[in-house]
């Protein structure tokens, strides 16, 4: 997504809100985030609007970015949270959020993790197993309570998307299928101290078809009604995330307005409350990635390498998923066009940015913007190399303020005995 009202060129400088991103690089040194405030709480209210009609409670997905600024941005904001660790959960809280706006998702929470949420009273647990749903009924009797639990269903159905950010059929780990929902609902009604309160599913991220929403919510929703016919009061009915953006202008994501148009006649007459999980959505164009072009290098039949300070440790997706960031030059003027592939330092081939991408002939020395970096950028960060990890800066109009320092070599080692 490049450039919009959060992101833009004034007289040829790019800017973040009020801030001029060269201005960034020069006192807080590359590579860094920059998120732009505003544009996340736009985000989020716009997707409140769009669901206006709906009672409902929505829970942004934490692992999206889980940087405590934009937590508590969000917090202030009255968003309620979907934690998938222990970590998040605990990140969720340093930041503010309130308990009961916090759900606890994830295939592999170990017993800690569980009384952890019990302790804190979070909303809900997502149950992801027979074996699972034993485990916390098990940590509740421990701990003398009753735990709240939703069923998250996979609803098996196939979601256009990367192959490995869909889950919402039934190859996958996530979930209980639907064709075992009513074992599981049983299992529910013998245990004694757990409590099914919701039932919840996600079918995948980066969903451009509503219609895949539809088919899963229809699964839902009998589910729901076979737990109604048994005795269960079914209060929450969550709806999971997947929420779309546009990464490339030439591939423009629906509209969430789209979604909701879908949704709300489907789900406007529920009794139960309907809980949101967008993550991506929320914050994904809400940042980019300033480097700085460290080398040109050209292999002998001219093709171009544009090696860059920032590397697959800051941002994995076109690693991983050949995903398309749009990369461009903080300084905008007339140059030619070239086809390069923008390449990090890590020693690996796949640490790439971009591969034969028209761009403008950038010089050694000069800023790029990595673009849509505000989703699984930071988070998916690793240190690979032993690359520190980069610092992040929080834009609000005219002020920038940096929310994660640059890690240091010192803290590299800090848990390591020789
Ligand atoms: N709820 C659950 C249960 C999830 O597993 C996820 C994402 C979300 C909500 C939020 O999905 P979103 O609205 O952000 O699409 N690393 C991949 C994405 C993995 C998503 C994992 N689960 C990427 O960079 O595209």
Known sequence: MPTDEFFYYKKDHLYCEDVKLADLAEKFGTPLYVTSKSSIVAQYRRFEKAFKPLNRLTCYSVKANYSLAVLRALAQEG???DVNSGGELFRALEAGAKPKKIIFA????????????????????????????????EAAKSLKTVAPIAIRVNPNVVAETHPYITTGNDEKKFGIDDALAEEALSLAATLKHVKLVGLAMH??????????????LFKLLSVKALAESKGFDVKYLDVGGGFPITYRQTQPAPDIEVFAEKFIPLLKNQSAQIVFEPG?????????????ALYRKQNHRGKNFVIVDAAMTELMRPMLYE??????????KEREIIIA?????????????????????????????IFSAGAYGATMASNY??????????????KAKLIRRRETYKQLIQNEEI
């Not at 991506?280 to 700085?292: C, F, K, P």
């Open 106 to 137: 994830g295939v592999a929470k170990t017993r800690n993790e569980i009384e952890f949420a019990l302790r804190s009273k979070v909303l809900f647990q997502k149950v992801e197993s027979f074996s699972e749903m034993r485990a916390i009924d």
């Open 385 to 398: 190399n032993a690359r520190p990890r980069a610092a992040e800066v929080m834009v609000s109009g005219k």
């Open 79 to 81: 968003c309620g949270f």
């Open 280 to 292: 991506r959505y929320i914050v994904g164009n809400a940042s980019v990635i300033l480097t700085e």
């Open 323 to 332: 995903a398309y960031h749009d990369i461009l030059p903080v300084e905008r």
């Open 203 to 216: 079918i995948g991220s980066q969903i451009f078809d509503a219609q895949a929403y539809l088919e899963a």
């Open 341 to 369: 592939d923008v390449v990090g330092g890590a020693c690996e081939s796949g640490d790439f940015f971009a591969l034969d991408r028209e761009m403008p002939d950038v010089k050694e020395g000069e800023l790029l913007a």
